[in-house]
């Protein structure tokens, strides 16, 4: 803990003396962009902007994780669907997030279905490939039990499968919440009314670098906030859920 509060003193004595040398035009001092972060919650457009991006992750990350851990069972189960699935993940996996929410946006207009559809599909084949090597590893003496006590299907999915994968869906989750939320203030950038990407996007349009950092710096409190109490709980659980060997 006191190495972690030296980091952080030394990291806003850095910030001040930057703002010294570049100047509070370019670079507001912690205590600018303090007061600023402020005055935007105190209007209420702070919390506005925050709920609508958050709303946006958490749509776009749900459907993300659901289709891809559903399309990585299914590929790392089956040869066939695995060798038709390849090449689109091959595609979306190489295909830059730009060029699909710029596509999104032409195909199905400036609206929020294309906007969350857009960060699920950059999201989306993330998910497939780890959950597939997961699948690609389950133990198949365990199916083999599993036939053999013949156990339904959704028992034989809580009780076998998801253990096995549990710790392949976690750093699936993890990696693809960091990854969605970069999205999303890039598609609210490029055309939603609302949210923290599109208040950076008027704010440099202003040159107003003291309202980038205050939303930039807001946001980023608050996604920490979502990894220290969602994020590092869950995979706590998931390390106790997985099966261990005997």
Excluded: C
């Excluded at 007061?35 to 506005?48: P, Q, T």
């Amino acid at each position: 803990m006191g190495a972690r509060l030296f980091s952080l003193a030394a990291l806003i004595a850095a910030w001040y003396a930057g703002s010294r040398i570049a100047g509070a035009r370019l670079l507001p001092d912690p205590q600018a962009v303090a007061l600023a972060i402020i005055d935007e919650a105190r209007s209420g457009a702070l919390a506005l902007n925050l709920g609508a991006t958050l709303a946006r992750v958490a749509a776009a990350f749900v459907i993300a994780m659901a289709l891809g851990s559903l399309l990585g069972l299914l590929m790392g189960r089956s040869r066939l669907a695995d060798r038709l699935g390849d090449p689109w993940l091959i595609a979306l996996l190489n295909l830059p997030a730009l060029v699909i929410i710029v596509l999104a946006y032409v195909w199905a207009g400036l609206t929020e279905t294309a906007a969350i559809a857009a960060v699920a599909l950059n999201k989306l084949p993330i998910a497939t490939v780890t959950v597939r090597e997961g699948a690609r590893s389950l133990d198949r003496a365990l199916d083999d039990m599993a036939q053999v006590f013949r156990m339904p299907a959704l028992t034989r999915l809580r009780h076998v499968v998801l253990p096995q994968l549990a710790p392949y869906l976690a750093a699936a989750a993890r990696s693809g919440l960091s990854l969605v939320w970069k999205i999303v203030l890039i598609v609210e950038l490029l055309g939603r009314p609302n949210g923290v990407g599109f208040e950076i996007g008027v704010a440099f349009q202003l040159f107003d670098v003291t309202r980038i950092l205050a939303y930039a710096l807001a946001f980023i409190a608050v996604m920490l906030a979502v990894e220290t109490f969602l994020v590092q709980p869950l995979e706590r659980h998931v390390a106790r859920w997985r099966p261990r060997p005997a």
